[in-house]
C-alpha cells in the first residue's frame, strides 16, 4: 500500500525540504488513525580507530516510511484500508506542531472510531470522559 499525497501516490520524498509529514490511516473496520511520520532519522555510528574516543559519528538516513503503517497500539493486527499524507513539515518542531494542531482540529479525543487515544502523552480520552457529554 502507497501514501497519497493531494490524491496521487507517491513513492519518494515528495518535497526535498520536507523532514516529515502528518498522515491520516483508514483501516478496512471503518476506524482510522491520525500521526506524523519523519522522512529521514539520525543513525549514530561507532567512531572509527582514526576518531577521538568519544567522537560521535552521525549521518541521516531515510526512514521506514515507505512501509509504515502506524503506531498505534489499537492499530496492530487491522487491515490498511488506505494511507494518506495531509501536510509536509520542514523541521521536527513543525512536525509535532502540526500533529497537534490536526489532533485537535479532528476533536480525535471524543470520535469512536478513531484510534487516537492521547495527545502529546498529555491528554488521554479517559480522562477527558465527562467533557463529552457537556
Known sequence: MKWTYNGVEIDSIPDNTAY????????????????????????RLKPRKTDRVNAKRIVWKESDWKKYVGSSKESKGKTVKSKHIIELAVSKRALTYLETKLLFEKDVLFDDKCLNGNILGKFYDNVLEPLKNS
Open 20 to 43: 516529515g509529514f502528518t498522515y491520516r490511516i483508514d483501516y478496512t473496520d471503518e476506524t482510522y488513525y491520525y500521526g506524523k511520520k519523519a522522512f529521514v532519522k539520525q543513525v
